[in-house]
Protein backbone atom coordinates (compact mmCIF):
# COMPACT_ATOMS: atom_id res chain seq x y z
CA UNK A 1 0.00 0.00 0.00
CA UNK A 2 1.12 3.28 -1.09
CA UNK A 3 1.10 6.86 1.39
CA UNK A 4 -1.29 8.90 0.88
CA UNK A 5 0.64 11.51 0.71
CA UNK A 6 3.13 11.05 -1.68
CA UNK A 7 4.46 7.46 -3.26
CA UNK A 8 6.52 6.04 -0.10
CA UNK A 9 5.31 2.54 1.19
CA UNK A 10 2.56 3.31 3.94
CA UNK A 11 3.95 1.95 7.37
CA UNK A 12 1.79 3.01 10.00
CA UNK A 13 -2.07 2.42 9.92
CA UNK A 14 -2.92 5.46 12.32
CA UNK A 15 -7.05 6.35 12.99
CA UNK A 16 -7.69 9.65 13.96
CA UNK A 17 -9.90 9.80 16.87
CA UNK A 18 -9.73 13.30 17.82
CA UNK A 19 -12.07 14.37 14.09
CA UNK A 20 -15.48 13.97 13.66
CA UNK A 21 -15.89 11.76 11.58
CA UNK A 22 -12.94 8.73 12.54
CA UNK A 23 -10.32 9.56 10.02
CA UNK A 24 -8.39 6.04 8.79
CA UNK A 25 -4.99 7.28 7.66
CA UNK A 26 -2.15 4.67 6.22
CA UNK A 27 1.21 6.68 5.79
CA UNK A 28 5.05 6.46 5.02
CA UNK A 29 6.93 6.91 8.26
CA UNK A 30 8.26 10.38 7.50
CA UNK A 31 4.68 11.77 6.73
CA UNK A 32 3.48 9.83 9.98
CA UNK A 33 6.12 12.00 11.94
CA UNK A 34 4.50 14.99 10.26
CA UNK A 35 1.09 13.72 10.90
CA UNK A 36 1.51 13.29 14.44
CA UNK A 37 3.56 16.24 14.96
CA UNK A 38 1.86 19.41 13.91
CA UNK A 39 4.33 22.03 15.54
CA UNK A 40 7.18 21.15 13.16
CA UNK A 41 4.87 21.01 9.73
CA UNK A 42 3.80 24.49 8.29
CA UNK A 43 0.29 25.60 8.98
CA UNK A 44 -1.05 26.33 5.41
CA UNK A 45 -4.78 26.18 4.85
CA UNK A 46 -5.78 23.23 2.77
CA UNK A 47 -5.38 23.71 -0.80
CA UNK A 48 -8.54 23.19 -3.39
CA UNK A 49 -6.43 20.72 -5.51
CA UNK A 50 -5.53 19.06 -2.36
CA UNK A 51 -8.18 18.25 -0.92
CA UNK A 52 -9.92 17.33 -4.26
CA UNK A 53 -6.75 15.25 -5.16
CA UNK A 54 -7.45 13.11 -1.07
CA UNK A 55 -10.68 13.20 -1.72
CA UNK A 56 -10.70 11.34 -5.50
CA UNK A 57 -7.68 9.00 -3.80
CA UNK A 58 -10.03 7.44 -1.30
CA UNK A 59 -12.81 7.42 -3.59
CA UNK A 60 -11.93 6.77 -7.37
CA UNK A 61 -10.40 3.97 -8.86
CA UNK A 62 -7.66 4.85 -11.43
CA UNK A 63 -9.98 4.01 -14.15
CA UNK A 64 -12.85 5.96 -12.85
CA UNK A 65 -10.71 8.59 -12.45
CA UNK A 66 -9.78 8.51 -15.75
CA UNK A 67 -12.97 8.64 -17.40
CA UNK A 68 -14.22 11.75 -14.81
CA UNK A 69 -10.93 13.28 -16.02
CA UNK A 70 -11.89 14.08 -19.53
CA UNK A 71 -15.30 15.06 -18.76
CA UNK A 72 -15.69 18.28 -20.33
CA UNK A 73 -18.57 21.54 -19.33
CA UNK A 74 -20.63 21.83 -22.95
CA UNK A 75 -20.61 25.64 -22.12
CA UNK A 76 -17.20 26.57 -21.36
CA UNK A 77 -15.00 23.62 -21.98
CA UNK A 78 -13.38 22.96 -18.88
CA UNK A 79 -12.15 19.44 -17.82
CA UNK A 80 -12.59 17.92 -14.61
CA UNK A 81 -8.77 17.50 -15.16
CA UNK A 82 -8.01 20.86 -15.20
CA UNK A 83 -10.37 21.70 -12.76
CA UNK A 84 -8.78 19.07 -10.35
CA UNK A 85 -5.05 20.18 -11.63
CA UNK A 86 -5.78 24.08 -11.13
CA UNK A 87 -8.87 24.11 -8.34
CA UNK A 88 -10.63 26.68 -10.30
CA UNK A 89 -13.80 26.26 -11.97
CA UNK A 90 -14.47 27.80 -15.95
CA UNK A 91 -18.48 28.73 -15.68
CA UNK A 92 -21.13 29.37 -13.23
CA UNK A 93 -22.72 26.28 -15.63
CA UNK A 94 -20.19 23.94 -13.89
CA UNK A 95 -21.87 23.73 -10.50
CA UNK A 96 -24.53 22.20 -11.91
CA UNK A 97 -22.49 20.02 -14.43
CA UNK A 98 -19.83 18.93 -11.86
CA UNK A 99 -22.84 18.73 -9.48
CA UNK A 100 -22.01 15.22 -8.73
CA UNK A 101 -18.44 15.56 -7.89
CA UNK A 102 -18.79 18.69 -6.32
CA UNK A 103 -20.93 18.05 -3.51
CA UNK A 104 -18.80 15.50 -1.58
CA UNK A 105 -16.12 18.48 -2.16
CA UNK A 106 -17.88 20.71 -0.72
CA UNK A 107 -19.75 18.83 2.41
CA UNK A 108 -16.09 18.60 3.26
CA UNK A 109 -14.87 22.08 2.51
CA UNK A 110 -17.64 23.83 4.12
CA UNK A 111 -19.84 20.60 6.37
CA UNK A 112 -22.56 22.08 4.05
CA UNK A 113 -24.01 22.19 0.46
CA UNK A 114 -26.75 24.41 0.84
CA UNK A 115 -26.31 28.92 0.97
CA UNK A 116 -28.33 30.49 3.57
CA UNK A 117 -26.80 33.86 3.58
CA UNK A 118 -27.65 36.97 1.28
CA UNK A 119 -29.14 36.89 -1.82
CA UNK A 120 -29.47 39.61 -4.58
CA UNK A 121 -32.61 41.67 -4.63
CA UNK A 122 -33.82 41.33 -7.88
CA UNK A 123 -34.50 37.47 -9.85
CA UNK A 124 -31.26 36.38 -11.14
CA UNK A 125 -31.29 36.37 -15.32
CA UNK A 126 -31.99 32.37 -16.18
CA UNK A 127 -29.25 30.43 -16.16
CA UNK A 128 -30.38 29.29 -19.53
CA UNK A 129 -29.34 32.61 -21.26
CA UNK A 130 -26.38 33.28 -19.01
CA UNK A 131 -25.18 29.88 -20.28
CA UNK A 132 -25.92 30.56 -24.05
CA UNK A 133 -24.02 33.76 -23.95
CA UNK A 134 -20.73 32.36 -22.24
CA UNK A 135 -21.21 29.50 -25.29
CA UNK A 136 -21.30 32.78 -27.78
CA UNK A 137 -18.69 33.95 -26.28
CA UNK A 138 -16.46 30.73 -26.75
CA UNK A 139 -17.34 30.79 -30.25
CA UNK A 140 -16.38 34.23 -30.88
CA UNK A 141 -12.81 33.77 -29.51
CA UNK A 142 -12.61 30.62 -31.72
CA UNK A 143 -13.64 32.36 -34.58
CA UNK A 144 -10.88 35.29 -34.20
CA UNK A 145 -8.86 32.74 -33.83
CA UNK A 146 -9.40 31.17 -36.78
CA UNK A 147 -9.83 34.62 -38.83
CA UNK A 148 -13.20 34.21 -39.76
CA UNK A 149 -14.67 37.43 -38.88
CA UNK A 150 -17.47 37.21 -40.84
CA UNK A 151 -18.81 34.97 -38.64
CA UNK A 152 -17.08 36.87 -35.57
CA UNK A 153 -18.80 40.29 -36.29
CA UNK A 154 -22.32 38.01 -36.29
CA UNK A 155 -21.31 36.69 -32.93
CA UNK A 156 -21.01 40.40 -31.65
CA UNK A 157 -23.79 41.45 -32.41
CA UNK A 158 -25.79 38.61 -31.17
CA UNK A 159 -23.78 39.45 -27.82
CA UNK A 160 -24.51 43.06 -27.97
CA UNK A 161 -28.03 42.63 -28.55
CA UNK A 162 -28.41 40.30 -25.64
CA UNK A 163 -26.29 43.50 -23.08
CA UNK A 164 -28.54 45.49 -24.36
CA UNK A 165 -31.74 43.68 -23.71
CA UNK A 166 -30.27 43.00 -20.62
CA UNK A 167 -29.40 46.78 -19.40
CA UNK A 168 -32.72 48.19 -21.17
CA UNK A 169 -34.74 45.11 -18.75
CA UNK A 170 -32.89 46.72 -15.76
CA UNK A 171 -34.32 49.84 -16.43
CA UNK A 172 -37.39 49.12 -17.23
CA UNK A 173 -37.79 47.42 -13.99
CA UNK A 174 -36.95 50.56 -12.27
CA UNK A 175 -33.30 50.55 -11.44
CA UNK A 176 -30.79 53.83 -11.58
CA UNK A 177 -30.36 53.49 -14.96
CA UNK A 178 -28.21 57.01 -15.77
CA UNK A 179 -26.99 57.57 -19.77
CA UNK A 180 -27.32 53.72 -20.93
CA UNK A 181 -27.21 54.18 -24.46
CA UNK A 182 -26.96 50.87 -26.77
CA UNK A 183 -23.13 51.52 -26.01
CA UNK A 184 -22.33 47.67 -25.79
CA UNK A 185 -18.67 47.07 -24.10
CA UNK A 186 -15.97 47.39 -26.70
CA UNK A 187 -14.17 44.55 -27.95
CA UNK B 1 -1.45 60.57 -10.68
CA UNK B 2 -3.15 58.87 -7.91
CA UNK B 3 -0.57 56.88 -7.15
CA UNK B 4 1.76 59.91 -5.76
CA UNK B 5 -1.14 61.16 -3.67
CA UNK B 6 -1.58 57.92 -1.72
CA UNK B 7 2.20 57.75 -1.46
CA UNK B 8 2.34 60.94 0.61
CA UNK B 9 -0.45 60.21 2.97
CA UNK B 10 -1.13 57.24 4.99
CA UNK B 11 -4.03 54.47 4.89
CA UNK B 12 -7.19 54.34 7.61
CA UNK B 13 -6.39 50.61 8.48
CA UNK B 14 -2.81 52.40 9.91
CA UNK B 15 -4.35 54.93 11.84
CA UNK B 16 -4.03 53.22 15.06
CA UNK B 17 -7.32 53.77 16.29
CA UNK B 18 -10.82 51.78 16.48
CA UNK B 19 -10.93 49.26 19.77
CA UNK B 20 -8.43 46.93 20.76
CA UNK B 21 -6.56 48.40 17.99
CA UNK B 22 -2.93 47.86 20.55
CA UNK B 23 -3.80 43.99 19.42
CA UNK B 24 -6.14 44.16 16.78
CA UNK B 25 -4.67 46.04 13.12
CA UNK B 26 -7.34 46.14 11.32
CA UNK B 27 -10.53 44.47 10.81
CA UNK B 28 -11.03 43.52 6.78
CA UNK B 29 -14.18 41.61 4.91
CA UNK B 30 -14.14 40.98 1.46
CA UNK B 31 -16.49 39.46 -0.58
CA UNK B 32 -16.27 37.52 -4.18
CA UNK B 33 -18.44 38.04 -7.36
CA UNK B 34 -18.74 37.13 -10.65
CA UNK B 35 -21.06 38.84 -13.59
CA UNK B 36 -23.46 35.98 -15.06
CA UNK B 37 -22.94 36.07 -18.51
CA UNK B 38 -19.19 35.47 -18.45
CA UNK B 39 -16.99 32.53 -17.87
CA UNK B 40 -15.10 32.62 -14.80
CA UNK B 41 -11.61 34.57 -15.23
CA UNK B 42 -9.46 31.24 -16.43
CA UNK B 43 -11.81 30.48 -19.08
CA UNK B 44 -11.78 33.80 -20.23
CA UNK B 45 -10.14 34.87 -23.80
CA UNK B 46 -8.41 38.01 -23.69
CA UNK B 47 -11.48 39.68 -25.63
CA UNK B 48 -13.69 38.61 -22.65
CA UNK B 49 -11.14 40.09 -19.79
CA UNK B 50 -10.65 43.32 -21.79
CA UNK B 51 -14.79 43.39 -22.10
CA UNK B 52 -15.50 42.43 -18.69
CA UNK B 53 -13.22 44.81 -17.14
CA UNK B 54 -14.97 47.47 -19.33
CA UNK B 55 -18.56 46.14 -18.56
CA UNK B 56 -17.70 46.29 -14.46
CA UNK B 57 -15.97 49.48 -14.77
CA UNK B 58 -18.29 51.24 -16.64
CA UNK B 59 -21.78 49.56 -14.72
CA UNK B 60 -19.79 50.71 -11.60
CA UNK B 61 -19.79 54.29 -13.16
CA UNK B 62 -23.11 54.16 -14.06
CA UNK B 63 -23.82 54.26 -9.70
CA UNK B 64 -23.68 57.75 -8.69
CA UNK B 65 -22.19 56.62 -5.02
CA UNK B 66 -19.61 54.37 -7.43
CA UNK B 67 -18.17 56.71 -9.58
CA UNK B 68 -16.49 58.66 -6.83
CA UNK B 69 -14.41 56.18 -6.32
CA UNK B 70 -10.31 56.17 -8.38
CA UNK B 71 -10.44 53.75 -10.68
CA UNK B 72 -6.72 52.71 -11.66
CA UNK B 73 -5.82 50.32 -14.60
CA UNK B 74 -3.33 47.91 -12.95
CA UNK B 75 -2.72 46.53 -16.72
CA UNK B 76 -0.60 49.69 -17.34
CA UNK B 77 1.04 50.05 -14.13
CA UNK B 78 4.68 49.41 -13.64
CA UNK B 79 5.92 46.98 -11.77
CA UNK B 80 6.62 49.17 -8.93
CA UNK B 81 3.15 50.64 -8.76
CA UNK B 82 1.54 47.74 -8.63
CA UNK B 83 3.94 46.63 -5.63
CA UNK B 84 3.58 49.81 -3.89
CA UNK B 85 -0.51 48.99 -4.03
CA UNK B 86 0.04 45.37 -2.92
CA UNK B 87 1.78 46.81 -0.01
CA UNK B 88 -0.74 49.21 0.83
CA UNK B 89 -3.36 45.95 0.50
CA UNK B 90 -4.91 47.74 -1.94
CA UNK B 91 -4.47 45.06 -4.03
CA UNK B 92 -3.67 41.37 -3.82
CA UNK B 93 -0.65 39.99 -5.04
CA UNK B 94 -2.31 37.96 -7.48
CA UNK B 95 -3.93 40.92 -9.47
CA UNK B 96 -0.55 42.72 -9.49
CA UNK B 97 1.62 39.52 -11.29
CA UNK B 98 -1.45 38.49 -13.21
CA UNK B 99 -2.03 39.58 -16.93
CA UNK B 100 -4.31 40.45 -19.18
CA UNK B 101 -7.02 43.20 -18.57
CA UNK B 102 -7.76 44.28 -15.01
CA UNK B 103 -8.05 47.70 -12.26
CA UNK B 104 -9.31 48.32 -9.03
CA UNK B 105 -11.41 51.23 -7.67
CA UNK B 106 -10.69 52.58 -4.59
CA UNK B 107 -11.76 54.90 -1.95
CA UNK B 108 -9.76 58.02 -1.39
CA UNK B 109 -9.86 57.50 2.60
CA UNK B 110 -8.44 53.28 1.35
CA UNK B 111 -11.26 52.13 3.45
CA UNK B 112 -12.71 50.48 0.44
CA UNK B 113 -11.80 48.83 -2.94
CA UNK B 114 -13.23 46.95 -5.52
CA UNK B 115 -10.39 44.80 -7.89
CA UNK B 116 -12.17 43.29 -11.11
CA UNK B 117 -10.71 40.58 -12.67
CA UNK B 118 -8.93 38.89 -9.85
CA UNK B 119 -9.38 35.46 -9.47
CA UNK B 120 -13.30 35.90 -9.08
CA UNK B 121 -14.58 38.88 -11.69
CA UNK B 122 -14.90 41.10 -8.90
CA UNK B 123 -13.21 41.04 -5.17
CA UNK B 124 -14.91 43.68 -3.04
CA UNK B 125 -12.74 44.35 0.23
CA UNK B 126 -13.72 46.81 3.26
CA UNK B 127 -10.97 47.58 5.94
CA UNK B 128 -11.71 49.78 9.05
CA UNK B 129 -9.03 50.13 11.70
CA UNK B 130 -9.06 48.70 14.88
CA UNK B 131 -11.52 45.69 15.59
CA UNK B 132 -14.40 46.51 14.05
CA UNK B 133 -15.86 43.66 11.87
CA UNK B 134 -19.40 45.05 12.31
CA UNK B 135 -19.80 48.55 10.63
CA UNK B 136 -17.30 46.94 7.89
CA UNK B 137 -20.31 44.27 7.54
CA UNK B 138 -22.42 47.56 7.32
CA UNK B 139 -20.40 49.33 5.11
CA UNK B 140 -19.43 46.21 2.72
CA UNK B 141 -23.30 45.18 2.64
CA UNK B 142 -24.55 48.51 0.97
CA UNK B 143 -21.60 48.61 -1.23
CA UNK B 144 -22.51 45.01 -2.66
CA UNK B 145 -25.81 46.24 -2.81
CA UNK B 146 -24.73 49.23 -4.85
CA UNK B 147 -22.75 47.32 -7.60
CA UNK B 148 -25.71 44.72 -7.72
CA UNK B 149 -28.12 47.39 -8.99
CA UNK B 150 -25.55 47.74 -12.26
CA UNK B 151 -24.35 44.45 -12.57
CA UNK B 152 -26.51 40.87 -12.69
CA UNK B 153 -24.13 38.26 -10.33
CA UNK B 154 -24.16 34.54 -10.93
CA UNK B 155 -26.33 33.17 -8.19
CA UNK B 156 -27.09 29.85 -7.57
CA UNK B 157 -30.33 28.67 -5.75
CA UNK B 158 -28.70 26.19 -3.85
CA UNK B 159 -25.23 27.42 -3.78
CA UNK B 160 -25.47 31.42 -3.11
CA UNK B 161 -23.27 33.41 -5.08
CA UNK B 162 -20.86 31.33 -7.35
CA UNK B 163 -17.14 31.65 -7.19
CA UNK B 164 -14.01 30.24 -9.37
CA UNK B 165 -13.06 27.97 -6.59
CA UNK B 166 -15.36 25.97 -4.44
CA UNK B 167 -13.84 26.97 -1.26
CA UNK B 168 -15.21 30.54 -1.44
CA UNK B 169 -19.05 29.35 -3.09
CA UNK B 170 -22.04 30.50 -1.33
CA UNK B 171 -21.51 33.89 0.99
CA UNK B 172 -17.95 34.07 -1.25
CA UNK B 173 -17.23 36.24 2.10
CA UNK B 174 -13.68 36.15 4.23
CA UNK B 175 -13.88 38.03 6.89
CA UNK B 176 -10.48 38.98 8.97
CA UNK B 177 -8.84 40.51 11.60
CA UNK B 178 -4.99 41.56 11.26
CA UNK B 179 -3.18 40.87 14.45
CA UNK B 180 -0.04 41.63 16.33
CA UNK B 181 1.09 38.78 18.54
CA UNK B 182 4.89 39.41 19.39
CA UNK B 183 4.39 38.44 22.70
CA UNK B 184 2.70 34.99 21.96
CA UNK B 185 5.61 34.78 19.05
CA UNK B 186 8.43 34.86 21.79
CA UNK B 187 6.89 33.21 24.50
CA UNK B 188 6.62 30.22 21.93
CA UNK B 189 2.38 29.83 22.27
CA UNK B 190 1.96 30.95 18.72
CA UNK B 191 1.34 27.62 17.11
CA UNK B 192 -0.35 26.24 19.86
CA UNK B 193 -3.03 29.20 19.66
CA UNK B 194 -3.01 28.51 15.59
CA UNK B 195 -3.81 24.97 16.14
CA UNK B 196 -6.68 25.54 17.77
CA UNK B 197 -8.13 28.16 15.73
CA UNK B 198 -7.62 25.41 12.90
CA UNK B 199 -9.50 23.26 14.71
CA UNK B 200 -12.64 25.76 14.94
CA UNK B 201 -12.52 26.33 11.02
CA UNK B 202 -10.49 29.65 10.91
CA UNK B 203 -7.25 30.11 8.74
CA UNK B 204 -4.52 32.11 9.90
CA UNK B 205 -2.31 33.68 7.17
CA UNK B 206 0.67 35.88 7.11
CA UNK B 207 0.45 39.84 6.77
CA UNK B 208 -0.02 39.18 2.84
CA UNK B 209 -2.73 36.76 2.58
CA UNK B 210 -2.14 33.46 1.34
CA UNK B 211 1.04 32.42 1.44
CA UNK B 212 2.79 34.94 2.61
CA UNK B 213 5.34 34.56 5.51
CA UNK B 214 4.17 36.08 8.87
CA UNK B 215 5.73 39.37 8.65
CA UNK B 216 6.42 41.78 11.84
CA UNK B 217 4.84 39.08 14.30
CA UNK B 218 1.30 40.36 11.82
CA UNK B 219 -1.37 37.72 11.61
CA UNK B 220 -4.39 37.34 9.73
CA UNK B 221 -7.26 35.10 11.53
CA UNK B 222 -10.50 35.03 9.10
CA UNK B 223 -13.16 31.97 8.31
CA UNK B 224 -12.37 29.00 5.98
CA UNK B 225 -16.18 28.35 5.65
CA UNK B 226 -18.33 30.16 3.54
CA UNK B 227 -21.02 28.03 2.39
CA UNK B 228 -24.28 26.77 4.55
CA UNK B 229 -23.38 30.43 7.01
CA UNK B 230 -25.14 33.51 6.85
CA UNK B 231 -22.87 36.59 6.82
CA UNK B 232 -24.22 37.57 9.97
CA UNK B 233 -22.89 34.82 11.79
CA UNK B 234 -19.79 34.34 9.87
CA UNK B 235 -18.92 37.70 11.29
CA UNK B 236 -20.08 36.76 14.50
CA UNK B 237 -17.83 32.93 14.91
CA UNK B 238 -14.66 35.47 13.60
CA UNK B 239 -15.57 38.28 15.97
CA UNK B 240 -16.32 35.66 18.78
CA UNK B 241 -12.56 34.39 19.07
CA UNK B 242 -10.85 38.28 18.85
CA UNK B 243 -11.35 38.59 22.56
CA UNK B 244 -10.02 35.32 22.96
CA UNK B 245 -6.52 35.96 20.94
CA UNK B 246 -6.63 39.68 22.89
CA UNK B 247 -6.33 37.92 25.78
CA UNK B 248 -3.95 35.12 25.03
CA UNK B 249 -1.61 38.26 24.43
CA UNK B 250 -1.97 40.12 27.31
CA UNK B 251 -1.70 37.59 29.27
CA UNK B 252 1.54 36.79 27.52
CA UNK B 253 3.31 40.18 27.62
CA UNK B 254 2.02 40.37 31.36
CA UNK B 255 4.11 37.11 31.48
CA UNK B 256 6.89 38.62 29.90
CA UNK B 257 6.59 41.69 32.34
CA UNK B 258 6.81 39.78 35.41
CA UNK B 259 9.05 37.24 34.68
CA UNK B 260 11.87 39.00 33.62
CA UNK B 261 10.71 42.59 32.86
CA UNK B 262 14.29 43.35 32.23
CA UNK B 263 15.37 40.97 29.46
CA UNK B 264 12.52 42.40 27.56
CA UNK B 265 13.18 46.13 28.09
CA UNK B 266 16.42 44.85 26.75
CA UNK B 267 15.09 43.37 23.85
CA UNK B 268 12.76 46.49 22.87
CA UNK B 269 15.41 48.76 23.66
CA UNK B 270 18.15 47.51 21.64
CA UNK B 271 15.61 46.84 18.80
CA UNK B 272 14.52 50.81 19.17
CA UNK B 273 18.24 51.50 19.28
CA UNK B 274 19.09 49.93 16.08
CA UNK B 275 15.99 51.35 13.96
CA UNK B 276 17.35 54.57 15.43
CA UNK B 277 21.02 53.77 14.56
CA UNK B 278 21.42 51.32 11.58
CA UNK B 279 23.34 52.58 8.53
CA UNK B 280 21.68 49.98 6.38
CA UNK B 281 19.09 47.55 7.38
CA UNK B 282 16.96 45.11 5.16
CA UNK B 283 12.95 45.07 5.08
CA UNK B 284 12.66 41.64 6.92
CA UNK B 285 14.68 43.19 10.03
CA UNK B 286 13.09 46.48 9.99
CA UNK B 287 9.68 44.55 10.58
CA UNK B 288 10.79 42.63 12.88
CA UNK B 289 12.49 44.98 15.15
CA UNK B 290 9.37 47.65 14.66
CA UNK B 291 6.83 44.53 16.01
CA UNK B 292 9.15 44.49 18.97
CA UNK B 293 9.16 48.58 19.46
CA UNK B 294 5.58 48.70 18.74
CA UNK B 295 4.89 46.21 21.40
CA UNK B 296 6.99 48.09 23.91
CA UNK B 297 5.35 51.47 22.75
CA UNK B 298 2.24 49.60 23.95
CA UNK B 299 3.60 48.54 26.93
CA UNK B 300 4.32 51.95 28.15
CA UNK B 301 8.38 51.01 27.98
CA UNK B 302 9.16 53.20 25.43
CA UNK B 303 7.78 56.54 25.51
CA UNK B 304 8.53 59.23 22.87
CA UNK B 305 7.30 57.30 19.91
CA UNK B 306 3.70 57.39 18.60
CA UNK B 307 1.65 54.11 17.86
CA UNK B 308 0.70 56.40 14.25
CA UNK B 309 4.41 56.51 13.88
CA UNK B 310 5.69 52.81 14.25
CA UNK B 311 2.23 51.84 12.03
CA UNK B 312 3.63 54.04 9.11
CA UNK B 313 6.80 52.72 9.01
CA UNK B 314 5.73 49.31 9.01
CA UNK B 315 4.32 49.75 5.18
CA UNK B 316 6.30 52.90 4.10
CA UNK B 317 9.57 50.93 4.89
CA UNK B 318 8.54 48.42 2.21
CA UNK B 319 11.04 48.13 -0.71
CA UNK B 320 8.12 50.12 -3.05
CA UNK B 321 7.17 52.40 -0.67
CA UNK B 322 10.38 53.76 0.50
CA UNK B 323 11.84 53.39 -3.57
CA UNK B 324 8.77 56.21 -3.96
CA UNK B 325 9.03 57.92 -1.23
CA UNK B 326 12.78 58.34 -1.63
CA UNK B 327 13.28 58.25 -5.08
CA UNK B 328 15.79 56.08 -4.86
CA UNK B 329 16.93 53.28 -7.43
CA UNK B 330 16.15 49.66 -7.01
CA UNK B 331 19.19 48.13 -5.79
CA UNK B 332 19.01 46.32 -2.67
CA UNK B 333 21.74 47.81 -0.90
CA UNK B 334 20.87 51.47 -1.88
CA UNK B 335 17.40 50.66 -0.67
CA UNK B 336 18.90 49.33 2.64
CA UNK B 337 21.09 53.04 2.81
CA UNK B 338 17.98 54.55 2.23
CA UNK B 339 15.27 52.44 4.80
CA UNK B 340 17.90 53.28 7.52
CA UNK B 341 17.91 57.11 6.62
CA UNK B 342 14.46 56.94 6.24
CA UNK B 343 14.58 55.64 10.12
CA UNK B 344 16.33 57.87 11.31
CA UNK B 345 14.51 61.08 10.87
CA UNK B 346 11.16 59.46 12.39
CA UNK B 347 12.81 57.45 15.29
CA UNK B 348 15.43 59.89 16.23
CA UNK B 349 14.74 62.59 18.92
CA UNK B 350 15.04 66.02 16.73
CA UNK B 351 15.84 68.15 19.82
CA UNK B 352 19.00 67.24 20.61
CA UNK B 353 21.29 68.44 17.26
CA UNK B 354 23.20 70.82 19.27
CA UNK B 355 24.48 68.85 21.90
CA UNK B 356 26.69 66.70 19.58
CA UNK B 357 28.94 69.67 19.38
Redesign the interface.
Known amino acids: MKCQKCEKPATFHITDLTVEPLLALHLCPDCAKQYLQ ?2 QAA ?3 PT ?1 SS ?1 IDKQLKLEQTAEELKELDSKSCP ?4 TFFEFRQ ?7 HD ?2 FFQAE ?1 EP ?2 LN ?14 V ?2 ESE ?2 NA ?2 QE ?2 E ?2 DA ?1 ETEDYERASKIRDRIRT ?2 TQ ?1 RDG ?1 RDSG ?6 SGEG ?3 | MIIEDLAERIGEWLRGSGPESDIVMSSRIRLARNVADFPFIRRCSDIDRANLEATVRDSMKRHLRLAELDYVNVALLDPLDRQFLVERQLISRELSEAEGARSVAIEKEERLSVMINEEDHLRIQVMHSGFDLQSAWERINELDNQIESQIRYAYHQQYGYLTACPTNVGTGMRVSVLVHLPALVITQQIDKVFRSLQRINLVVRGLYGEGSQAMGDFYQVSNQITLGKTEEDLVRRVSEVVPVLINYERKAREYLINENQHDLFDQVSRAYGTLQNAQQISSEETMHLLSRVRMGVNLGLIGNVEIPTINKLFVHTQPAHLQKLTRSGTSNSQGNIERANYLQSHLRPRTDSSEHN
Open positions: PELPAMVVCGVAGRLGCPYDLLLVHGNTKHVGKHPRRPLVTVIRRLRVFEADNSGGESAEV
